[in-house]
């Protein structure tokens, strides 16, 4: 398995409905996507303070390599990528992808 794991600074502007939105779509990519088992989201919660301002995040299961990189060319990836991207501080500078094998 592959835990894809996301996460995001986002502007500041970006509210809660924004985000869950976001959320959503990606979570939706599930119906197209034979091999994502699994879609998590929320706000980051550690009280260790060492988040360098990754407030928010998700993380997708998926069931092998393939199926992360098939989810990784998919279309409809690509769309909520970029929407992804514009809500970010900083654009792509605000996103960090950390993918392991579990």
Do not use: W
Request: proline share 3%.
């Amino acid at each position: 398995m592959i835990m894809h794991c996301v996460f995001i600074r986002f502007r500041q502007e970006t509210g809660t409905e924004e985000k869950q939105a976001l959320y959503d779509e990606i979570a939706g990519l599930k119906r197209v996507l034979p091999g994502m088992v699994d879609f998590k989201s929320g706000a980051n919660v550690s009280p260790e303070g060492l988040d360098s301002g990754y407030g928010d995040g998700f993380v997708v299961t998926f069931e092998d390599s393939a199926a992360r990189d098939a989810y990784l060319d998919h279309p409809d990836h690509a769309v909520v990528s970029e929407k992804l991207v514009a809500a970010a501080a900083g654009g792509i500078s605000g996103i960090l992808v950390f993918d392991m094998a579990v």
